[in-house]
T-cell receptor
Framework: DTAVSQTPKYLVTQMGNDKSIKCEQNLGHDTMYWYKQDSKKFLKIMFSYNNKELIINETVPNRFSPKSPDKAHLNLHINSLELGDSAVYFC???????????????FGPGTRLTVL | SQKIEQNSEALNIQEGKTATLTCNYTNYSPAYLQWYRQDPGRGPVFLLLIRENEKEKRKERLKVTFDTTLKQSLFHITASQPADSATYLCALFDTDKLIFGTGTRLQVFP
């Protein structure tokens, strides 16, 4: 039983294309996140949703648009892909809404995006 | 905003020894600090959380300390095994989000 799942695992595409990554969690958590991990392994938050509501948008280009159809799903759509978008994207979830960092985050397996 | 510093150089130790990884932060002390493990090609996995009023937390062979004076957390793995080889990330809550260090790669060799 996968707690946080992402599809696809790998995504190779040309510059200028539009692509989506899907994420689902079956933990019943209220909050979901998208992180980007670059080639230097730095893991940085991009977005956070709490009960389908956008809470955090970390100065991410507006080519990136998250969508949360329900509490268990958070998808990431990327328009006009650029070379610099190449990275591993992780979805995560946690038990409650944003508070003080008490609750652990559960991460998905990641989606490795390569833009050629 | 907070900055987290972890030793970017890999730590190589022999099986059976204690591995000690360091996490330093720059600003105010967070209420909680978390440690995660990340294996190649996988997402981070939560290991331990320590509160600012806790000096030490243990879980099996893992021990975490939290020194708010030094603005530092140490992560220890005792009796290390090759299976402990991974990257270890520390994370703390800054305003409204969890921020991560870049991690330290641990390599335990037989």
């Amino acid at each position: 039983d996968t707690a946080v799942s992402q599809t696809p695992k790998y995504l190779v595409t040309q510059m200028g294309n539009d692509k989506s990554i899907k994420c689902e969690q079956n933990l019943g958590h209220d909050t979901m996140y998208w992180y980007k991990q670059d080639s230097k392994k730095f893991l940085k938050i991009m977005f956070s949703y709490n009960n389908k509501e956008l809470i955090i948008n970390e100065t991410v280009p507006n080519r990136f648009s998250p969508k949360s159809p329900d509490k268990a799903h958070l998808n990431l759509h990327i328009n006009s892909l650029e070379l610099g978008d190449s990275a591993v994207y992780f979805c995560a979830s946690s038990q409650e809404g944003l508070g003080n960092g008490y609750n652990e985050q559960f991460f998905g397996p990641g989606t490795r995006l390569t833009v050629l | 905003s907070q900055k987290i510093e972890q030793n970017s150089e890999a730590l190589n130790i022999q099986e059976g020894k204690t591995a000690t990884l360091t996490c330093n932060y720059t600003n105010y002390s967070p209420a909680y600090l978390q440690w995660y493990r990340q294996d190649p090609g996988r997402g981070p996995v939560f290991l331990l959380l320590i509160r600012e009023n806790e000096k030490e937390k243990r879980k099996e062979r893992l021990k975490v300390t939290f020194d708010t004076t030094l603005k530092q957390s140490l992560f220890h793995i005792t009796a290390s095994q090759p299976a402990d080889s991974a990257t270890y990330l520390c994370a703390l809550f800054d305003t409204d989000k969890l921020i991560f260090g870049t991690g330290t790669r641990l390599q335990v060799f037989p």
